[in-house]
């Protein structure tokens, strides 16, 4: 069979430019946005698509910085100087700046040459931030009659600042689409129906975890059921179930030890509260080196009275690979998630899954994971110990993890999901003319629940 995309399709799609405040720079990453961002632009360009990233990134780095057919373009630099604290910081100046210069930049520099080759780019828009980036460039192409020459698509990833979004003018200026047929149906009250491309995982996610690691953790705690946690504090993360779930483990006679890595958020006291009300003993742990191997020694002189341990540090992409293999379940369960990239992380490393049932569309219960509906503690205690009872089978379903998360590398998810949409949008893709777009700053009223790097 004839490869799907061949010379023609890649001489018409000269290049993707990826719009985004998240990015590769550690003042550009917040959470799991800059994991997605970094990995589509390097599957575009391995698959040998020029491919340009333009975010908020680092003050001090170069503006523009290319390597192969990937480039960085910061932007904002003039603002983040005077907000150290991250992306999000000032972002209401942000959007307003990104907004008002990207797209004239864009347009000249990138675009228009390239249509004048006869090539037709297509431009991906992540989140709220962006909208008006986009508004903004969708007027310029029209003032140009060029708008059918560029294809536009706007993702939602999650809900965060819908209530700023104009969704009529977005429709009419983007294609828009989502992560998951969860958070479809989610936008289908406002009136959107998105089309659904699902993230995706980096090549180093299947990156075997370091064995000797994952041995030693396994004999430090043999005889012990381990878990494991890795989010922002956050209530839809279902922190406190967790907590329960621990002590269910213990009421029934057994010795667990829950690893956790949360956030910064103000809410965690409120779940390590609940853990001391359930009498549990917790105790800090920092990584004093990176890898796994950090992790197996960090572990090794915990107090053997330990219920919780909170990771307090950094935990580098090799430990949380090491962790989730180590672990005898990872705890990926969430009230509102809308796609689950953790979880399939954790397939991916050959742990044992543990998801809710909202984004995850990847999940087959009890096939590749466990698929937990509920918030009663009991739900996951039973299909944990049905599961231990058999370890044939649990090895069974941790190897289907594997298998799944195989399926959604971004080299996948490009080939199967990004390049057949664009190329079936084609010319039908231009919404009708929208109206010269606002600009301006964003509504200063804060939606900003901040994404936290866990």
Known sequence: MAAPFGPNTMNSHSSFHILSFEGPDPYSRAGGIASRITGLARALAGRGIPTHLWFVGDPD?????????????R????????HGAGVYDGEDGKVSDYARSVPPYLFERELRPAIERGQKPVVLAEEWHTV??????????????????????????????????????????????????????????????????PNGLSEDAFVPPDRAAVSAIRRKFAGRPVLTKMARFDPDKRWLLAMKTVAELKKSGQRPLFIARGGVEAYGEQVLQSARDLGMHIVDCTLAAGGGAGLAMALQGLDERASVVVLRSHVDPDARRTLFRAA????????????????????????????????????????????????????????????????????????????????????????????????????DSVPSPSERPDVRPASRRSTSIRRTAA
């Not at 780095?61 to 373009?73: I, K, N, Q, R, W």
């Not at 996951?380 to 090895?395: A, D, G, H, I, N």
């Open 328 to 427: 005898d379940a990872v705890l990926a369960n969430s009230a509102h998630e809308p796609f689950g990239l953790v979880s399939l992380e954790a397939m991916a490393a050959g742990g044992l899954s543990c998801t809710g049932c909202s984004g995850e569309d990847y999940a087959v219960a009890g096939h590749n994971g466990l698929v937990l509906e509920t918030n009663d503690p009991e739900e996951f205690v039973t299909l944990f110990r049905q599961l231990r009872q058999r370890p044939s089978r649990e090895r069974a379903v941790r190897r289907a993890g594997r298998r799944t998360a195989l399926q959604y590398g971004w080299s996948e998810i490009v080939e199967r999901g990004i390049l057949p949409r664009v190329e079936l949008l084609g010319g």
């Open 75 to 82: 932007w904002c630099q003039w603002i983040s100087r005077y």
């Open 132 to 197: 008006p980036c986009v508004l903004h460039l969708d007027y310029l192409l029209r003032q140009a009659g060029l708008r059918d020459r560029v294809q536009i698509l706007w993702n939602a990833n999650n809900t965060f600042g819908f209530e700023r979004i104009d969704w009529p003018a977005l429709a009419r200026a983007a294609v828009i689409t989502t992560v998951s047929r969860y958070m479809k149906h989610c936008m289908r009250p406002l009136g959107v129906d998105a089309l659904v491309i």
């Open 61 to 73: 780095g170069p503006g523009h910085e290319t390597d192969g057919l990937f480039s960085l373009h």
